[in-house]
C-alpha cells in the first residue's frame, strides 16, 4: 500500500517546524510528550504573517481586544424537559491581529459559539461559564465589534455602492467629511474585489442582482466600514467559490494584521489556501471541542491520534470528515506506523462517534488544552483596557440618511406604492362609477354612508399590501440596530419622513377619483379633509403592522394577524351594528374606542352629511331631514365635538401606535438580558440541586 503510494506527491501542510505539539493519548506516557509551546508569545502578537500590506488604515487605532471564554455552555430546552446543551464547557481565546477559525460539521455549534461570545443568544438560550473582553466582564460597544450574519440583509433595489455609502454615512463619525466618507466606503468595495459590481443592485426575489457570494461580501463590507476591533464572521464565504473564498479571506486576515483586529469566523468548508490564512482553529463536535490551537499543528494533532490525513486529501476536509457523524461514516484509526496499512494489523475501522470521541478525550489531556487553560487564565487575570463606545454619526445625520435611503428603496421598490397606487386607482374608479354622481335623494343616504365605510376601511386595509416590503425593512433595521449602527428613534423617524410623499400620493390621486366621480359634499376644504383622513388613517395602518412585524417571525405571519386586528377593528366600528346596539361590556366599552376605524368614519361622516339636507323619504314632496340629525340619529354618532377632533384622534393614534413600536423594541431589548439572567440563575440553581451541592 505504502509502495502503491510512494510516488504520489503528498499534501504539505503549512506545519511549524520546530514545534512539534503532541497530543496526550490515555495510552501514552507523558515521556513522549516533550514539546515547545505551539501557542504565541504575547510578544509575537500584533506581528503576525506579513502577508502584504493593506491600503487604508487611517482609521487603525484603539484599543486591541483579546477575548475568553471560560467553560462556557450553552442549552435549549428540550422535550425531555433536561435541556440540550449546545455547547459543553468550552474554553478558548481571541486574539488581536489573528484569525480564529471554527469549524465543525453542520449542527456542531459554531453559530451559537459565535452568538454566545458577541452575545446575542438567542432569548430561550441558557449560558453559563465565563466570558471575557481584555480579562474584565464588559459588554462589546458599538464601534469596538460587528458581527456579520448567515443571511444577508441587504436593501435589494440598492445597488453596492449606495449600500455600503449609506451605511458608511450612518455609521461612521460626524467628524469625517462625507468625501471621506464616501472615500472609506469605495475603498472597502475595491478591497472586497466588488469594484465591478459597484453599480449593481443588491437584487432580491423580484429582479435579479448580485451573486449569494457577492451580497456575503457586500455584508462583510458594511460591518468593517467602522473598523471594529473585534469582527465576528458567520460563514463568511458562504456561496463563494474558492477564488473569491480565498480573496475575501485573505483580505480580511490583511485588515486584521495591519489594524491589529481579532477576528472569528465560522466556517463550513474552506480550501486549503483558505484554512493556510486562519492562525487559529477551533474544531467542534455536538457542542465539544475536538481541537483548539494553532491551525498548523491540526495536521500533527490528528496524525499523532492516528487519523493522519490522506495523500492528496485537503486537511480541513479530512478533519471534518473524521468527526462528522451525520453519515455513519467510519474511519480508519491507524496506531502507530501510519504507512502500513491495514494489512500491517495496525489499523482498524472505527465509526465517526468512536474517532470523535476519541479525539475529544485526547484533546482534553492534550497539551493544547493545558495550554489553552493557561493563556485564558493568564488574560483573564490581567484586567486590561474597557472598551469605549466609538464615535458615530449624529441622530440628526442618520435620521436623514435614514429617510433618504427608504426614499430610494420605497421609490425603486414598485411592491412598497407603486402597485398600491395602481390598486387603489382601479378601486376608486370602480367606486366612483359604482356611486356615480350620488345625487341628494333619501337613497344617497345610505349609499353616501355605504361608500364612505368603504373608503375608511377596505381602502385603508389594502396598506397590508405594503407589508412584505415593509417586513425586509424590518429584517435591515434588525441587523442594523443589532450591530449598533443607529436607535429605534432614527428608523421610526426615517420611514415616517419617507413614506409621507408616497401616502400622500396614494391618497390624493384615488381619492380625488372616488370623491369627484361620487360628486360628494361639494368644496375643495371637505375634499381636503377626505382626503386628510384617508391619509393619516393608511398611516395608522402602516404604524398598526410596524407593531406587528416587531413581533411576529416573518410577513406571512404578520399579514395573517395584522388583517385579523383590522377585520376585528372595522366590524366594531359602529356601521355593520350601530353604536347604540354594541353589546356593552367588551365591544361597546372599550373596543368601540380602541377600533381607529370609528374615528375616520366618524370624521368622513360629519365631513359629508353637515350641512346638507335629504328627504326623510322616498318620493316627492317629503320633509327634509338635516345632515346632523342624520348624524346623530341615524348613524348614532356624538355631534358633541367636530370633525376635526376625529381626525386630531387619528394622528393621536399614529403617534400612540410609533411610541408602541418604540416601546416594544426597546423593551424587548431591556427583556432579553433580565430573562437570559433569570433562566441562567434557574440553569445554575438546577445544575447545583442535580449534583447535590448545597
Ligand atoms: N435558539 C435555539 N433553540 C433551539 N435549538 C437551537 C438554538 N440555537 C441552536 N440550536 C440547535 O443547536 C445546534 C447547533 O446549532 P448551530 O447553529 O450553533 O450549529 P452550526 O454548527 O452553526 O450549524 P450550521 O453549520 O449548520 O449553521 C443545532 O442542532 C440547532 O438546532
Redesign the pocket.
Known amino acids: 500500500m505504502a509502495s502503491a503510494n510512494a510516488n504520489v506527491p503528498r499534501y504539505i501542510p503549512n506545519l511549524s517546524p520546530s514545534k512539534s505539539p503532541l497530543p496526550l493519548l490515555n495510552n501514552q506516557t507523558s515521556s513522549t510528550m516533550e514539546m515547545e509551546s505551539p501557542l504565541p508569545t504575547q510578544n509575537e502578537l500584533g506581528n503576525g504573517r506579513q502577508r502584504g500590506s493593506f491600503r487604508d488604515t487611517s482609521s487603525c487605532t484603539g484599543a486591541e481586544v483579546l477575548l475568553t471564554w471560560d467553560d462556557l455552555w450553552v442549552t435549549?430546552p428540550s422535550s425531555s424537559g433536561t435541556g440540550?446543551a449546545?455547547l459543553q464547557g468550552i474554553n478558548g481565546y481571541a486574539q488581536p491581529s489573528e484569525v480564529l477559525a471554527i469549524m465543525?460539521?453542520?449542527?456542531?455549534?459554531?453559530?451559537?459559539?459565535l452568538d454566545a461570545l458577541a452575545g446575542r443568544l438567542?432569548s430561550?438560550?441558557k449560558q453559563s461559564g465565563s466570558i471575557k473582553v481584555n480579562g474584565r466582564k464588559q459588554s462589546l460597544a458599538f464601534g469596538t465589534s460587528a458581527y456579520v450574519t448567515?443571511d444577508d440583509a441587504l436593501t435589494t433595489t440598492l445597488t453596492v455602492k449606495e449600500s455600503v455609502y449609506y451605511s458608511a454615512m450612518l455609521q461612521l463619525p460626524e467628524f469625517m467629511t462625507n468625501t471621506e466618507k464616501k472615500k472609506r466606503a469605495e475603498t472597502i468595495i475595491r478591497e472586497m474585489g466588488l469594484q465591478e459590481a459597484m453599480d449593481t443592485r443588491i437584487g432580491g426575489w423580484s429582479s435579479k442582482g448580485l451573486s449569494g457570494g457577492q451580497k456575503r461580501r457586500v455584508s462583510i463590507c458594511i460591518e468593517i466600514l467602522t473598523r471594529p476591533k473585534i469582527l465576528f464572521l458567520d460563514?463568511p464565504t458562504s456561496g463563494l467559490d474558492s477564488a473569491a473564498s480565498y480573496h475575501v479571506m485573505d483580505r480580511i486576515v490583511k485588515l486584521a494584521q495591519q489594524c491589529g483586529m481579532t477576528v472569528i469566523a465560522?466556517i463550513?468548508q474552506p480550501s486549503s489556501e483558505v484554512f493556510d490564512l486562519f492562525h487559529h482553529l477551533c474544531l467542534?463536535s455536538s457542542?465539544r471541542t475536538v481541537y483548539f490551537g494553532p491551525s498548523s499543528a491540526a495536521y500533527e494533532f490528528f496524525t499523532l491520534n492516528g487519523f493522519p490525513c490522506p495523500i492528496m486529501r485537503n486537511p480541513s476536509d479530512h478533519y471534518l470528515r473524521t468527526i462528522n457523524k451525520d453519515f455513519n461514516n467510519v474511519s480508519l484509526i491507524q496506531n502507530e506506523d501510519t504507512e502500513r496499512g491495514l494489512e500491517g494489523n495496525n489499523c482498524k475501522l472505527v465509526t465517526t462517534e468512536e474517532a470523535t470521541n476519541i479525539l475529544v478525550e485526547s484533546y482534553k489531556l492534550s497539551q493544547f488544552s493545558q495550554e489553552v487553560k493557561l493563556r485564558v487564565s493568564e488574560i483573564s487575570n490581567k484586567e486590561g483596557r474597557i472598551l469605549q463606545k466609538g464615535s458615530q454619526a449624529s441622530f440628526l445625520t442618520q435620521s436623514i440618511v435614514l429617510t433618504r435611503r427608504s426614499f430610494v428603496n420605497m421609490n425603486r421598490d414598485l411592491g412598497y406604492y407603486w402597485s398600491r397606487l395602481g390598486i387603489y386607482v382601479s378601486i376608486c374608479v370602480c367606486l366612483g362609477t359604482i356611486f356615480y354622481d350620488i345625487g341628494h335623494t333619501f337613497d344617497s343616504i345610505q349609499a353616501r354612508g355605504s361608500m364612505l365605510m368603504f373608503v375608511a376601511t377596505l381602502l385603508t386595509f389594502m396598506s397590508i399590501g405594503g407589508f412584505p416590503s415593509f417586513s425586509q425593512d424590518m429584517m435591515i433595521f434588525g441587523r442594523e440596530r443589532l450591530n449598533g449602527h443607529y436607535g429605534v428613534t432614527a428608523f421610526i423617524t426615517g420611514n415616517t419622513l419617507s413614506s409621507i410623499p408616497y401616502l400622500l400620493i396614494n391618497t390624493l390621486i384615488p381619492g380625488a377619483i372616488a370623491y369627484y366621480l361620487a360628486g360628494l359634499h361639494k368644496g375643495f376644504d371637505y375634499f381636503l379633509f377626505f382626503v386628510l383622513v384617508i391619509f393619516v388613517s393608511v398611516i395608522l395602518v402602516e404604524s398598526l403592522m410596524m407593531i406587528v412585524a416587531s413581533m411576529v417571525p416573518n410577513y406571512l405571519m404578520g399579514i395573517i394577524i395584522g388583517s385579523g386586528i383590522q377585520g376585528v377593528m372595522m366590524l366594531n366600528a359602529g356601521f355593520f351594528r350601530l353604536p347604540n346596539a354594541l353589546p356593552k361590556p367588551f365591544w361597546k366599552y372599550p373596543m368601540y374606542y380602541i377600533a381607529f376605524h370609528r374615528y375616520a368614519i366618524e370624521g368622513l361622516y360629519k365631513n359629508e352629511f353637515e350641512g346638507l339636507s335629504f328627504p326623510r323619504s322616498q318620493g316627492e314632496g317629503s320633509s327634509t331631514i338635516t345632515g346632523e340629525e342624520i348624524i346623530e340619529k341615524i348613524w348614532q354618532m356624538p355631534m358633541s365635538y367636530s370633525k376635526w377632533i376625529d381626525l386630531y384622534i387619528l394622528f393621536g393614534m399614529v403617534v400612540l401606535y410609533r411610541l408602541m413600536f418604540f416601546v416594544i423594541i426597546k423593551m424587548s431589548e431591556k427583556i432579553k438580558p433580565i430573562l437570559r439572567s433569570f433562566l441562567v440563575a434557574h440553569y445554575k440553581s438546577t445544575k447545583q440541586s442535580n449534583h447535590g451541592v448545597p
Open positions: 435549549v440540550k449546545i465543525g460539521p453542520s449542527g456542531s455549534g459554531k453559530s451559537t459559539l438567542a430561550n438560550t448567515q460563514e465560522s463550513h467542534l457542542g
